[in-house]
């Protein structure tokens, strides 16, 4: 086997390359290095690249097949799991984001930016997404809906596990749950005294 690690670069959608790197497997079918002396030993499987600005989060698809990052370069990248290759790269935010939340079918996206906005990304056409940003409101996207949702930037959404449900907080210290269906604001529990970070 080739002792030299592989890498495959392949032009996204948001028009940066992207690369993959696989480190090389030690000869003798060890893993390459232990993580805690004694206990189990972890592998490095890819080097995913393809951001071109700092990273701000990084969450599995519910079904763990997919992972989704998001950057400070306004992009959310969809990758593969088991071959780390971008599957999707999706462009919208006129700011860097935040943090991303999957929906309980993995059809839909969220991603929250400081361009104060939430987009819902549809990866299928069966359920909604729902994102938050700081433009003080949350999206639920079917075709699209925005909730006006804070006074002040979203800085996180998700979904509850069965997908009725949104929950969004921003720094104004409110935290909203919401009818996914409706959009409707069910509840919102408030504490001035410690904004959402």
Not at 3 to 13: E, I, L
Not at 43 to 57: E, Q
Request: hydrophobic share 40%.
């Amino acid at each position: 086997m080739d002792a030299s690690p592989t890498a495959r670069s392949t032009p996204s959608n948001g028009g940066a390359a992207s690369s993959l790197s696989v480190p090389p497997e030690p000869a003798d079918g060890s893993s390459s290095k232990s993580v805690n002396g004694g206990g189990p030993n972890f592998r490095l499987r890819y080097t995913l690249s393809g951001h071109t600005m700092s990273i701000s989060a990084v969450k599995f698809s519910p079904d763990g097949t997919m992972l989704a990052s998001a950057a400070a370069d306004k992009l959310v990248k969809i990758w593969d799991v088991y071959t780390g290759e971008i599957i999707r790269t999706l462009s919208g935010h006129t700011e860097g984001i935040s943090d991303v939340a999957w929906s309980g079918d993995a059809d839909y996206l969220a991603s929250a930016s400081d361009d104060k906005t939430i987009r819902i990304w549809s990866l299928d056409t069966s359920n909604l997404l729902v994102s938050g940003g700081f433009d003080e409101t949350v999206r639920v996207w079917d075709v699209a809906r925005v909730l006006p949702a804070h006074s002040d930037p979203v800085t996180a959404v998700s979904f509850n596990h069965d997908g009725t449900l949104i929950v969004s907080c921003a720094m104004d210290g409110l935290i909203r749950i919401w009818d996914a269906d409706s959009g409707q604001c069910l509840k919102t529990l408030v504490d001035d005294d410690n904004p959402i970070w």
